[in-house]
């Protein structure tokens, strides 16, 4: 009966290369991990949250509780019912005035700004013309001037046309969007082939009839993606309004809640700050569901172009 050889280990000497297991290579669907993307992406996500998380706890207190009880906590008393009901009841219930004026605001300006952004990008990407790269750079450097820039020569210019304390000073500086009509025009030049519309052509549609069955369908994630950012600029409006309407009637939210704030340092003025925590949560909530809704289109959007087939 054979008994089994044993080897001994190999010594390791000074010619010893210890062999690594190669790192796998990184890719989309495994991308190779970093701490210091971790962490900072964790820091942005609480600056994010954290304001968000203090408004919500806040919304539940009462006037007593916001001074009484630490601010990243619930107080004793779970008062988020009664204040929603009070912030719709107080002073008349001009809450939900000013919530119907906000949304009358970004439905047709916002929503008229999108309309014109699209027409605007898809003529500017589609049809050749004299003067198309003068177009281009008013464009581009319309994108570069701040609307603050513009807000007192609009005021001035409203004011002689007799539509300043009207929705409509509001309304119509808010049709004009340059970043939407650049980001529309770049997107249909990327989504629209232009042998489709050459087919179209070939098959007797008209350019009206082209645009609405076969373009439109296709311009939807950046159209959607346009429609998110005019109405998030529309709703968060502050210094348009601020210079344009006296009556508090036309308020947009943001216009009423500094005005129910102000009310604690005026003289004889009631102290309403647990009205308008509770305001500015019901004011978010329609972007954040809009954000929710629209998510996948928004996305789809911002990425068109990116990839060169």
């Given at each position: 009966m054979s008994t089994p050889v044993t080897t001994a280990p190999r010594s390791k000497g000074p010619g010893y290369a210890r062999l690594r297991t190669p790192r796998r290579p990184s890719t989309v669907t495994?991308?190779?991990?970093?701490?210091?993307?971790t962490v900072l992406t964790g820091l942005i996500l609480v600056y994010s949250l954290l304001p968000l998380g203090w408004l919500l706890i806040n919304a539940t207190k009462t006037p007593g509780g916001l001074f009484d009880s630490f601010g990243l906590w619930f107080a004793e008393d779970f008062a988020l019912w009664d204040n929603i009901v009070a912030t719709f009841t107080y002073d008349g219930g001009v809450f939900a005035r000013w919530l119907a004026n906000t949304l009358l605001y970004v439905v047709v300006g916002a929503g008229g700004?999108?309309?014109?952004?699209?027409?605007?990008?898809?003529?500017?990407?589609i049809f050749d013309f004299p003067g198309k790269r003068a177009v281009f750079a008013v464009v581009i450097g319309a994108v570069a001037v701040p609307g603050t820039a513009l807000a007192v020569p609009t005021f001035l210019m409203?004011?002689?046309?007799?539509?300043?304390?009207?929705?409509w000073a509001v309304i119509i500086p808010s049709l004009i969007t340059p970043f939407g009509?650049?980001?529309?025009?770049?997107f249909a030049a990327q989504a629209i082939p232009r042998e489709l519309l050459e087919s179209a052509r070939i098959d007797g549609a008209g350019e009206i009839r082209s645009f609405f069955r076969i373009s439109l369908p296709l311009l939807v994630p950046g159209t959607v993606t346009v429609l998110l950012f005019s109405m998030v600029a529309t709703w968060n409006n502050y210094f348009l309004p601020l210079i344009m309407i006296r009556d508090p009637d036309w308020f947009p939210l943001t216009l009423g809640l500094n005005a129910w704030n102000a009310q604690a340092a005026t003289a004889g003025g009631e102290v309403v700050f647990h009205l308008v925590i509770t305001g500015s949560l019901i004011t978010i909530l329609p972007l954040i569901a809009a954000f929710l809704l629209l998510q996948r289109y928004w996305q789809s959007g911002l990425a068109a172009g990116s990839v060169k087939e």
């Open positions: 495994r991308p190779r991990r970093s701490v210091l993307l700004a999108t309309f014109l952004a699209v027409l605007g990008g898809y003529a500017l990407a409203f004011s002689r046309m007799g539509l300043t304390n009207t929705p009509l650049y980001l529309m025009w770049v």
